[in-house]
């Protein structure tokens, strides 16, 4: 509503009451939000628009190990609750698989691998809860061993995206941007940072939306090394990002906000 149609409507609701009180009120009101609109004619929608927050975003963080455990998890812990407060998101961080239940999943909106690694002990009722989960319009995200997590379950490939076979450089690296525009990016400078980083045995280039790849010269190789990516899944959507060995990365705000962005992306909120 521009600040014309605003004192318009003000002062036809005001003039119904036939008052002289009524009738100095609305010159007033009429004055004062002229007076208001002459000075802040470049952004009329701040008059009426109130600043809606972005809804809260409920997410299950399972860290659970059943093969490598990253020390990097405790810092995960500690730290995601404490940056969701700030970014509208809810933490749940479990180590329980019982969590994962069709009904326990439904006070959710993300359910996130944190870091989980090896075959985790699912039942063929979790997993199913877990698929349909997320293909009825929920979110999953992964982050970095969540791809050397249920390699016995294709259906969990797909889900995350690739297994994790290699990880040949252990370094400071350069991280490209590869799709700057996608909301899950979080993300659009590159940056060099001290990783683990890994080789999938697929690349998932062709199955899903590559957001960061690894500068292949930074490390003396060649080649395309996707790092985070996000997919429709169902009617819903997953993200991943490889990143997240060290306990620096969990408290690097690059990473962080990388991980807002997946969060967010994936929860469709
Ligand atoms: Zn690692």
Redesign the pocket.
Known sequence: MSCTSIIATRSRTRCCKNSSVSSVSSVVTVLLLTAACARTPASPTSITTPTVPAPTVRVLMLSATYG?R?DSIATAAEVMPAIGRLSGLAFTATEDLSAISGSNLSNYDVLMFANTSGELPLTNDQKEAVLSFVNNGHGFVGT??ATDTLREWSDYERLVGAYVVD?PWTQQAHVLVDNATHPATGIRDPFTLEE?FYVFGSNPRPRVQVLLRLDATSVGAAGDYPLAWAQSFGNGRSYYNALG?FPATWRDARYQQQLIAGLRWASNK
Do not use: Q
Request: glycine share 0%.
């Open positions: 490598f990253h970095h061993s990880h683990e060995h």
